[in-house]
Each structure stands twice: as structure tokens, then as C-alpha cells.
């Protein structure tokens, strides 16, 4: 479960973030959407302790994880998936090495077992056949198959997703909408994904959430939003 708590932050003197209150409970998947600037990816950072707030707290799993030093961080952000607005691969690395790397570097598995583990991995993203790869040599689409994949493979249980449909065409962008939401309902993930794809996110979110100047002036179910009167809300999932 994800718990935010009355939080706030400010960057470059700007509030950023005002006063945000949010409960996503196991296995949920939430979509946070708002306008470019609104503050969505300062939010999905201060879920896995790359911003601290000023004040408020960051509940995972019932530990405030605003507390924590870096070390322990470290011990939390192995159990969460984070996919990057941009993709984030190591683009000196192939698919295998880029999927292969977490497990080295934070688990005792032997060399077979990580081979299979990369093999399930790329097979759950419909991937598998891509090992040799380079990400350069990947479509726009396949690379954020790679980075979920990537995300998933430490058995995450919170999968962070930053505007997963950024950069790809219609088809695409349904298609890793509909992969992250199997996924995330196959592995029991508690999810929370930010984006500005309204068809998509409508379709695949267990809520919604719209973010206006750092503050969630809506959450609910994808009926309640539609059936908001709210002239804002309105304009904004009509636009
Ligand atoms: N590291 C940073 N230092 C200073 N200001 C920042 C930093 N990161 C973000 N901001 C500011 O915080 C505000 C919110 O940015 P954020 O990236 O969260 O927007 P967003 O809702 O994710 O937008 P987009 O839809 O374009 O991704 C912006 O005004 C941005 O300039
Ligand atoms: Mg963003």
C-alpha cells in the first residue's frame, strides 16, 4: 500500500507540490493525469525517495520511507518497479544485460537462474528473441517493453510508471497500457502511473487522479470522473 500524507514541496522557491493526500491500497492501479508542469513526476519521485518534501509524509508498506537514510532507501526502492519517462536502458548494455544487471547487483542468484529469470521476464513483455539487442536498435515501444520488464524482474509489488505512452503512436501506447495493466493485475502490483493519455488511462485505471498546480482536485473511479460536474474536469477530459 502507498500512503501520502499531507505533503508539500518546493523547488527553486516554487510550491511545487501542495498538500498532497493519497491512499492507493494493494493491488490497485492508479493514474495520476494533469497538465504538462502539474507536478506529476515530482510526485512519482517522491513515491520512491528521490525527492524528499519539505514536510508530509511517504508511507510504503506502512514505513514512512521520508525517514529513511540513503541505505535504507536502497533496501525499499528494490522492492518497487520505476519506469522512467524516458525509458532509462543502458544503452552500452544489450536487453540481457540491461535486464540481467539488477539481479546481479542485488541478489546471490547464480548465472542460470538470472538467465531464466531475463527469459520470463522478456517472455511476460512478449519480447522474448531480443537478448543480443542494443537499445538503440529497438523501437521507441519495445524499449518500454524492456524497461517494464526491467522493473518487474526483482518481483516488484510497486510498479512506478512515468508517462509509460510518452513518445509512441496510438497503437503502441494501447498496447503498453494494456501490457503494464496485466501485468500489474497478474503480479498483484499496487501501481501508480502518471500520464496525459486520457483514452488509455481510462481504460486500464482502477482509479484516476488529476493533479492541478500540485494539488489532486479529483480522484475516483473512471465512471465518477466522467460524471464529475466539476466545469474543470469536464474541460479537461473532454479536451
Ligand atoms: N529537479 C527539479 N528542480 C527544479 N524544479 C523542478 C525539478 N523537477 C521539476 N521541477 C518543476 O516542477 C514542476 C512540475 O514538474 P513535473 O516534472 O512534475 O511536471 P509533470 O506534471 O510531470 O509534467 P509533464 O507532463 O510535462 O511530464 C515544473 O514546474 C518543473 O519545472
Ligand atoms: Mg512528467
Do not use: W
Not at 492508479?30 to 508511507?59: M, Q, R, T, Y
Not at 520488464?149 to 512515468?162: E, N, S, T
Not at 502490483?189 to 484516476?208: E, G, K, P, Q, Y
Amino acid at each position: 500500500m502507498i500512503r501520502v500524507v499531507h505533503l508539500f514541496k518546493t523547488l527553486q522557491e516554487q510550491l511545487i507540490l501542495d498538500d498532497i493526500n493519497l491512499e492507493v491500497p494493494q493491488g490497485e492501479l492508479l493514474v495520476i493525469l494533469g497538465e504538462s508542469g502539474a507536478g506529476k513526476s515530482v510526485l512519482l519521485k517522491h513515491l520512491i525517495g528521490l525527492f524528499k518534501p519539505d514536510s508530509g509524509e511517504v508511507e510504503i508498506n506502512s514505513q514512512d520511507i521520508t525517514k529513511l537514510s540513503e541505505a535504507e532507501l536502497l533496501k525499499v526502492r528494490k522492492k518497487m518497479g520505476y519506469l522512467f519517462q524516458e525509458g532509462a536502458l543502458y544503452d552500452f548494455m544489450n536487453v540481457f544485460e540491461n535486464l540481467a544487471f539488477p539481479l546481479e547487483e542485488h541478489t546471490t542468484f547464480d548465472d542460470q537462474t538470472i538467465a531464466e529469470k531475463v527469459q520470463e521476464a522478456l517472455k511476460t513483455v512478449d519480447l522474448a528473441g531480443v537478448e543480443g539487442k542494443y537499445p538503440s536498435e529497438l523501437s521507441g515501444g519495445m524499449r518500454k517493453r524492456v524497461a517494464l520488464a526491467r522493473a518487474l524482474i526483482m518481483d516488484a509489488k510497486i510498479l512506478l510508471c512515468d508517462e509509460p505512452t510518452s513518445g509512441l503512436d496510438p497503437i503502441r501506447s494501447r498496447d503498453i497500457s494494456d501490457l503494464i495493466r496485466s501485468v500489474s493485475k497478474r503480479y498483484n502490483c499496487t501501481t501508480v502511473i502518471t500520464s496525459h493519455d486520457i483514452d488509455n488511462s481510462f481504460r486500464i485505471a482502477d482509479r484516476l487522479a488529476l493533479l492541478r498546480s500540485g494539488q489532486i482536485i479529483a480522484i475516483g473511479t473512471p465512471a465518477e470522473l466522467k460524471s464529475s460536474d466539476n466545469s474543470f474536469i469536464r474541460e479537461f477530459f473532454q479536451s
